[in-house]
Structures are given as C-alpha cells and as structure tokens.
Nanobody, 124 residues
C-alpha cells in the first residue's frame, strides 16, 4: 500500500521559512516524479513544484519561483519543499503527489498518489 505523509507545516511570520517533507512508502521511490500542490478552501488546486525521479529536472510555479526549492533524497524516500520569504498569500494546505515515470508525465496530470496535506499559515 502506497502512502505519502507530509510534515513540517505550521505557523510562521511573513518573511520566514519552513521546510515541508513528504515521506513515501510502498513504492520504488526513484521511479516516481514527485511534486507539491496547494489548495485553499473554495479555490482550485494549484501546482507549486515538481522534481524528476533522478532530481535532475525541477519545475516551479511562477508564484513561488526564487522563493521555494524542491529537492529529494531517494535513499530516504523523501521529497522536500524549502519555502523562504513566505507571504500571507502562501497560507494554505500543501499536498505531496507522486506519478510513476517522467516529470513530463507528472506535469500532464492524472497523478497516481496523494498525501493528506499539511497546513502552512503565514501571519502578516
């Protein structure tokens, strides 16, 4: 059974930093592109960042480019999202997702697995 478990969310002041983690189990981690999405209540889910299985390719949403960094440790079956210069507009629930294959397939959608999310709250 595949599980993705996010952690690291919390309350931070504007301008601060947080690092989210997503621990995966039940899959061959390096065979999966991984990524992060976020979704606020009554809003559409928004792509944040994605990383290929070998970590050689990364993509970011324009809204987070230059502030967020996605990385992964295949030995630990974990993907990370380092978030810096946080803004109140970054407040929402962040979800980890996985797609078998290339990052291109990940970006096309139809993701295989999702975590339950972790809440990030940025105060002004």
């Amino acid at each position: 059974q595949v599980q993705l478990e996010e952690s690291g969310g919390g309350l931070v002041q504007a301008g601060g930093s947080l690092r989210l983690s997503c621990a995966a189990s039940g899959l061959t981690f390096s065979n999966y592109a991984m990524g992060w999405f976020r979704q606020a209540p009554e809003k559409e889910r928004e792509f944040v960042a994605a990383i290929s299985g070998s970590a050689d390719t990364r993509y970011y949403a324009d809204s987070v480019k230059g502030r967020f960094t996605i990385s992964r440790d295949n030995a630990k079956n974990t993907v990370y999202l380092e978030m810096n210069s946080l803004k109140p507009g970054d407040t929402t629930v962040y979800f980890c997702a996985a797609k078998g294959g290339s990052i291109a397939t990940f970006l096309r959608g139809g993701l295989d697995y999702w975590g339950k999310g972790t809440l990030v709250t940025v105060s002004s």
